[in-house]
């Protein structure tokens, strides 16, 4: 049961069907009430990861289920006054703006994808010693919220978190991992006894016919294994591109596995292009914290609808519901509970 859906409903199905910015005002126009009442409730109420999770499980059924942990950086460049905001490098346009540092969980069997929880990073410079927390401190903390309500098969991380620090967390609590490895990282292989750079290891012993190798060695006093993948990047050049984990399994699903971390940037894209990620103009951190988690439940709607309607994307599923015209949260309610089987306070 997943109380006050109904409430929650009525701030994200307006995420997926109102157009424009997806602010208060907006979604207070599609609801029919103030604007004021809109931004007391995203204040005050957050969707928690245990509803989302029980969405999660009645998808996946007794499928594995994979933990996919990366951050985002969401646009508040034209205010200095959002609670959380700070000046934040881009990857992905190689520009450093005030924003919004969410790092994200998302559960995944390997094609759908439910986002469950989320931390807000800030800049040490733009917060107290005493209150800053490092990305690495909050996926811990997220980590151990996720693992006590959904067993999670293996976690799936960017190279980004690729530290001693978490890596020996997570073997110490019997948690597998997969993770991107540096390339000039250097690591004992089995069959030395000297470090050597994980790339001049692998180019050592590179067979051009072998697209995926894996390894045993040790790094930072960890047994763990290492796999070097060819693949062919956007600009059709073949490079390689290592990785590290904790579990032993052939070369081929060490890359298969990895390769479910493309799901939390569709995730992204999605959300930021059609759900509103970056469109709550509230001041107040709890309000920009909440409006993300609605972004999480309307993008699970829309991973709802593309499975039962056998869709390609979610941006297919989100224009299915809009020529539906899913226009009120009775008809969602009803359609998520004849559907999927899914009841609700």
């Known amino acids: 049961m997943i109380d006050n859906i109904e409430l929650n409903l009525l701030y994200s199905i307006p995420l997926i069907l109102s157009n424009g910015k997806k602010t208060c005002e907006e979604i207070a126009k599609f609801n029919n009430k103030s604007g004021d009442t809109i931004l007391r409730y995203v204040k005050n109420n957050k969707i928690n990861a245990e509803k989302l999770i029980l969405i999660a499980k009645e998808l996946f059924k007794n499928k594995k289920v994979y933990l996919i942990i990366d951050d985002t950086i969401i646009s508040k460049e034209y205010s200095n ?14 520009r ?42 909050i996926a811990k903390e997220l980590i151990n919220e996720i693992i006590s309500l959904i067993k999670i098969d293996i976690v799936v ?80 050049i073949l490079n390689i591109v290592y990785q590290v984990s904790n579990y032993k399994k052939p070369p081929r699903d060490h890359a298969k596995i990895y390769s479910f971390r493309w799901n939390i940037e569709k995730f992204f894209r999605t959300s930021k292009q059609f759900l509103g990620l970056k469109d709550c103009q509230s001041r107040n951190k709890n309000a920009q914290h909440n409006h993300i988690t609605y972004v999480f439940l309307a993008y699970t709607l829309s991973q709802l609808i593309q499975k039962k309607r056998k869709l390609k994307t979610p941006e297919l599923a989100i224009r299915y519901m809009k020529a539906k015209n899913f226009m009120n949260v009775d008809f969602a309610k009803s359609y998520i509970d004849q559907h999927f089987g899914i009841t609700y306070a």
């Open 81 to 94: 006054f959002i609670e959380g905001t700070s000046d934040n490098f881009d990857p992905s346009n190689g």
């Open 96 to 137: 450093t703006y005030r924003s919004l540092c969410s790092v994200v969980l998302i559960l995944t069997d390997g094609k759908t994808s439910i986002p469950i929880t989320h931390g807000i990073w800030t800049n040490r410079e733009f917060i107290s010693t005493e209150l800053y927390k490092s990305k690495i401190e």
């Open 157 to 236: 991380m960017d190279g980004l978190y690729a530290f001693s620090e978490l890596m020996q967390w997570m073997i110490s609590y019997g948690i597998k991992f997969e993770m991107r490895f540096h390339a000039n990282r250097k690591i004992i292989p089995k069959d030395a006894e000297k470090p050597i750079k994980i790339k001049d290891y692998f180019e050592s012993i590179n067979n051009k016919k072998m697209k995926y190798r894996t390894i045993e060695g040790i790094w930072r006093e960890m047994k763990l294994y290492f796999t070097a993948v060819k693949r062919t990047n956007k600009k059709g």
